[in-house]
């Protein structure tokens, strides 16, 4: 196995001991998040099927007030109020992931025009559900954004914790290793030679 091309000393060994256990330290911090933005992921995609399903509810309640208001009073689009629909986007960070939160907001810029006696309040009914279902998405919007943002984020945190388990830890364990290795023998070596030099002093 590879390991780094350093010699064999105790300072070397003290030094990579040292940085092998920040390695270590690092890897847990690693797994800790990792884990956190996986049930923060499960969280977000839960939410983005509720969102969705709201969605489409506020579309059905939307395509209703339309068909209602067109029957009643044999509207056309053009008699709606003319409204503005603003979207701000903003950005918050969520466990160090930058997400982006939409604000929608509506400001009508003219009147209703009605033919005359078809006046129906349905019109600004219409108007409203047509907005909260914009709304809806702006939240669904959100949501998606958000969980690819994760999802990238959990994708970086995963090579991360790769390459300490696959290359960088083992490469301390296997020069610790041989530093070890390397010092014991010399000590025996050592020990033998102060042996042998004991044995040749004269009694």
Same mark, same amino acid.
């Given at each position: 196995?590879?390991?780094?091309?350093?010699?064999?000393?105790?300072?070397?060994?003290?030094?990579?001991?040292?940085?092998?256990?920040?390695?270590? =330290?690092?890897?847990?911090?690693?797994?800790?998040?990792?884990? @956190?933005?996986?049930?923060?992921? $499960?969280?977000?995609?839960? @939410?983005?099927?509720?969102? *969705? /399903?709201?969605?489409?509810?506020?579309? $059905?309640?939307?395509?209703?007030?339309?068909?209602? *208001?067109?029957?009643?009073?044999?509207?056309?689009?053009?008699?709606?109020?003319? =409204?503005?629909?603003?979207? +701000?986007?903003?950005?918050?960070?969520?466990?160090?992931?930058?997400?982006? &939160?939409?604000?929608? /907001?509506?400001?009508? =810029?003219? $009147?209703?025009?009605?033919?005359?006696?078809?006046? +129906?309040?349905?019109?600004?009914? &219409?108007?409203?559900?047509?907005?909260?279902?914009?709304?809806?998405?702006? $939240?669904? *919007?959100?949501?998606?954004?958000?969980?690819?943002?994760?999802?990238?984020?959990?994708?970086?945190?995963?090579?991360?914790?790769?390459?300490?388990?696959?290359?960088?830890?083992?490469? /301390?364990?296997?020069?610790?290793?041989?530093? !070890?290795? !390397?010092?014991?023998?010399?000590?025996?070596?050592?020990?033998? +030679?102060?042996?042998?030099?004991?044995?040749?002093?004269?009694?």
């Amino acid at each position: 196995m590879e390991r780094m091309n350093v010699p064999p000393t105790r300072f070397n060994l003290l030094k990579l001991k040292r940085e092998q256990a920040t390695l270590k =330290t690092g890897h847990d911090l690693l797994e800790q998040k990792r884990e @956190a933005l996986l049930e923060e992921l $499960k969280r977000e995609v839960m @939410a983005l099927k509720q969102e *969705a /399903y709201l969605a489409s509810e506020e579309l $059905k309640s939307a395509l209703r007030a339309l068909a209602k *208001a067109q029957g009643e009073a044999h509207l056309q689009l053009q008699s709606f109020r003319r =409204t503005e629909i603003e979207v +701000s986007e903003q950005a918050r960070s969520l466990m160090g992931v930058r997400v982006s &939160v939409y604000r929608v /907001y509506r400001r009508p =810029t003219g $009147k209703i025009i009605f033919p005359p006696g078809f006046e +129906s309040p349905s019109v600004e009914v &219409v108007s409203q559900a047509f907005f909260q279902l914009i709304e809806e998405l702006s $939240k669904l *919007a959100e949501l998606e954004a958000s969980i690819m943002s994760f999802a990238r984020e959990m994708k970086r945190m995963q090579r991360r914790v790769n390459a300490l388990e696959n290359i960088f830890l083992p490469l /301390y364990e296997e020069t610790i290793s041989f530093i !070890s290795d !390397s010092l014991e023998e010399r000590e025996r070596e050592e020990l033998v +030679s102060l042996k042998a030099v004991k044995e040749k002093r004269p009694g």
